[in-house]
Every structure is written in C-alpha cells, then in structure tokens.
C-alpha cells in the first residue's frame, strides 16, 4: 500500500476550503452577535430551508433523531400504537417509534431500491397501525407516490425520514414534503452537513408545526409558560450560519455526486460479482452502495481497506435482527433486507471527487474480486 492510494469514504476537506472565507465571516458574526440559541441565523436558515423545501414550516432542531421522535409526538402517536416502517436503516428510525412508546412494524425492502416496499406497507396496515415512516435510503427516494396514496386511503399519516435526502426531488416536489412530517440530518456526513449535530423538520400543517415548536422547547409558546412535557432540542446559532453558506450550494453538489456516480456505473458495467446502483430521477447519492455477491463482502472490503480505500457496510445488521429488538422480532422474516445486509458495500463519494479516483477506486475493486482467495 502506497500512500498515493489512500483514498477515504468522504473528504470534506474540498468543500471546506472552497468557502473558507464565508464560513469564517458567519462563525465571527454570531460570535459579535452574542445571540446562540433561537437567534436570526437560526430564523432565517427556517425560513431558507422552507423556501428550498417548497413547505410552509420549517423547524430547527438539535439532529435528524429528535426530528422523528417529535415527529412522532406531535402526532400524538404512542402506547399501543404500531408504525410502520423498514428494517434497512440506521437505528434511529426504529428507535424514534420505540421512545414514544409505541411499536414498531418491519416490512421488507425493495431489491434493487433498498427502500420499503409499497405491497408489503399496504399489507401490514391494521386498526393499530398510526403512521408510516419511510426513508429515501442513500439519497434514493422512495416509491412516495405509491406510499401517499396507500396512506391516503387509509387516513394514515407519513412521516418521511430525509436524513440522507436533502435536495432530493421527484418532478420538482422534494422529499420531505410529501408526508405530514419531513425529517432532516444536517449530521457532518450528510450532503447539507453541518459542523455538529443539526436537524429540521418539515411540514405544511400550521398545527403540527406549532406543536413541534413548542416541543423543541420544552414544550411552551412562551417561555416559563410550559404546557407539555418537551425537549431541549434546537439548532444553535453557529450552526445554522455554517448551513446558510452551504444550502445555495447543494443543488451543484447533488448534481457532483450523480456525476460521480454515473462514472462508477460506466466502470462497474458488466463486471462479475457486482451490482452497481441504479441512477434514477431524484437520487442525490448520499451513498454510492454496491452489491457485493456469492458471500465475497466482507473480504473485498478488507482487501479495499488493506489497499487504502475507504468503504462502509450500511447496514451489517437490519434492525429486527439487532440484540435490542431480535427477541420481539425473532419471528419477522423481511429476507430481502437480510440478504442486502449481507452484500452491500458503500464506495467513496463527495461532490468534488475526480474521476481519476474513481478509475482508482474500481482497478483495486477489480483486483479485490480478481484475487483467488478472496
């Protein structure tokens, strides 16, 4: 391994550079403002996102967690209640559900989209069931028209999990504004990242809107005037004007990453062993998330590691099989999400990775699958 090779999942670095100066004006302005919390960086990166989003209401939050959990709160959904939602995705999803008391329902994912799939939501809707979480998986949106009108028959609200799907759009609608509640992560890693923890919510309902404010805060109006039991949960100041330089950018950086990812295509074409992503209208690649078969995962991405390439495996382990839920869940079978856990591998991407590391990345990709004990 030389160091040349050294090529890691995600460099921020580019992008950091490339705005030095603005981010550095807007760190020293909310340092003279003294104002941190709920300040006008904070009031005006709402009113930006809400523009950007095409919805009436958009809230600060403390992270993409907190933006599900209230979510879920202000639609008063909790114990006795069932969410369904899917077993291919971070923790948190599952983990929101199960905070506020109620249950959660796994229903298998789709193959080639990694997202939930539609027949199998419409399928576990009972008299319980309270909402539908769906995540636009590694920047890919879901099947959301057909997930709405399942929902909308049933009088069901939608609660989307957008935290790897900020600038996502289907026909010029965003994801995030479809379902009742949009859910955002501004966590460093995502396409609008933040230097901390960061979330937003989402809506075009003036009440759900209202009662998540006031949830954020500890759940008052006013402040010392509480009338339910809230959070601490609020998007500081530096952070919003960080996210202020960036959001005017993320349309060119989405549109980088698909260049990025059009190349791997291009690259991974035909080759044995491996199913590259589709690139489809509206994915912002997030992730660039390859199918690794015949039980090879695993040793292709220590071979990668061993050569400095910098992969991931999101996810080992789908939630129903995670220790926290694997004894309630021992009798759901979602087999498409296990066999995904099983094969898939996430390459490096960032907007302004050049194509000469992409060649780089998939000549030692090929040489992985090329070597006879792998």
């Given at each position: 391994m030389t160091e040349t090779l050294k090529i890691p999942i995600l460099d921020l670095q580019p992008q950091i550079l490339a705005h030095w100066d603005e981010l550095n004006a807007a760190f020293q302005r909310v340092l003279r403002s003294g104002q941190f919390i709920l300040g006008p960086e904070e009031k005006a990166f709402e009113r930006e996102c809400a523009a950007y989003l095409g919805v009436e209401h958009a809230i600060g939050l403390n992270s993409g967690t907190d933006a599900l959990f209230i979510a879920l709160r202000a639609l008063n959904i909790g114990e006795g209640d069932e969410v369904i939602t899917t077993p291919f995705s971070f923790f948190a999803t599952a983990e929101a559900i199960t905070h506020v008391g109620a249950t959660p329902v796994?229903?298998?994912?789709?193959?080639?989209?990694?997202?939930?799939?539609?027949?199998?939501?419409?399928?576990?809707?009972?008299?319980?069931?309270?909402?539908?979480?769906?995540?636009?998986?590694?920047?890919?949106?879901?099947?959301?028209?057909?997930?709405?009108?399942?929902?909308?028959?049933?009088n069901i609200p939608i609660v989307e999990d957008c935290a790897q799907s900020f600038g996502a759009r289907i026909s010029g609608s965003a994801m995030g504004s479809r379902g009742h509640f949009g859910c955002y992560s501004f966590f460093p890693t995502k396409n609008l990242n933040a230097f901390g923890d960061g979330g937003l919510i989402a809506t075009n309902d003036a009440h759900l809107a209202e009662l998540a404010r006031m949830l954020r805060m500890h759940g008052s109006r006013k402040k010392y005037y509480n009338e339910m039991a809230g959070y601490n949960s609020r998007l500081d100041e530096i952070q919003a004007a960080m996210l202020r330089i960036k959001l005017p950018h993320l349309d060119s950086w989405n549109?980088?990453?698909?260049?990025?990812?059009?190349?791997?295509?291009?690259?991974?074409?035909?080759?044995?062993?491996?199913?590259?992503?589709?690139?489809?209208?509206?994915?912002?690649?997030?992730?660039?998330?390859?199918?690794?078969?015949?039980?090879r995962r695993d040793a292709v991405h220590a071979f990668l590691a061993n050569e400095g390439i910098g992969t991931m495996i999101y996810y080992p382990v789908p939630i129903h099989r995670l220790k926290f839920y694997q004894e309630a869940y021992a009798d759901t079978q979602c087999p498409v999400a296990e066999q995904a856990a099983g094969e898939v591998l996430s390459l490096p991407i960032w907007p302004e990775m050049s194509i000469e590391t992409v060649d780089r990345v998939v000549d030692i990709l090929k040489r992985a699958l090329a070597a006879g004990n792998i």
């Open positions: 796994f229903v298998d994912i789709q193959e080639n989209s990694f997202n939930i799939d539609p027949e199998k939501v419409k399928a576990a809707i009972t008299p319980r069931t309270k909402a539908i979480i769906p995540v636009h998986l590694f920047g890919r949106p879901c099947a959301i028209d057909a997930l709405t009108g399942i929902a909308a028959k049933a549109e980088s990453r698909v260049r990025v990812a059009v190349a791997y295509g291009d690259r991974l074409a035909g080759l044995a062993g491996v199913q590259a992503p589709e690139v489809v209208d509206g994915h912002v690649f997030h992730q660039y998330t390859i199918r690794i078969r015949s039980g």
